[in-house]
């Protein structure tokens, strides 16, 4: 059974830290593309960083580029987003995501709320 499950998230204030974690189980966790992806309140879902099976290569959105680090531990089955300088237009859902196609998986989502 395919899971993604997301912990880390939480209610933290403006400038802020928070590391997200997403432990994968159920499929071959080290030939999958990693991406965080995150959805505010009326808004759609937006990538937010990526990390790619083999060489690591990141990417990331604009809007978090220099305080956001994706990076994968394909021995424990967990990629990781560390969010610094965290600002209210952070706030969101953040959903974990596998793939590797036709394969696509995805996380419940966890909570991220910045506000002072």
């Known amino acids: 059974q395919v899971q993604l499950v997301e912990s880390g998230g939480g209610l933290v204030q403006p400038g802020g830290s928070l590391r997200l974690s997403c432990l994968a189980s159920?499929?071959?966790?080290?030939?999958?593309?990693m991406r965080w992806y995150r959805q505010a309140p009326g808004q759609e879902r937006e990538l937010v960083a990526r990390i790619s099976a083999v060489a690591s290569t990141t990417n990331y959105v604009d809007s978090v580029k220099g305080r956001f680090t994706i990076s994968r531990d394909n021995a424990k089955n967990t990629v990781y987003l560390q969010m610094n300088i965290l600002k209210p237009e952070d706030t969101a859902v953040y959903y974990c995501n596998a793939w590797n196609f036709p394969s696509d998986y995805w996380g419940q989502g966890t909570q991220v709320t910045v506000s002072s």
């Open positions: 159920g499929f071959s966790f080290s030939r999958y593309v």
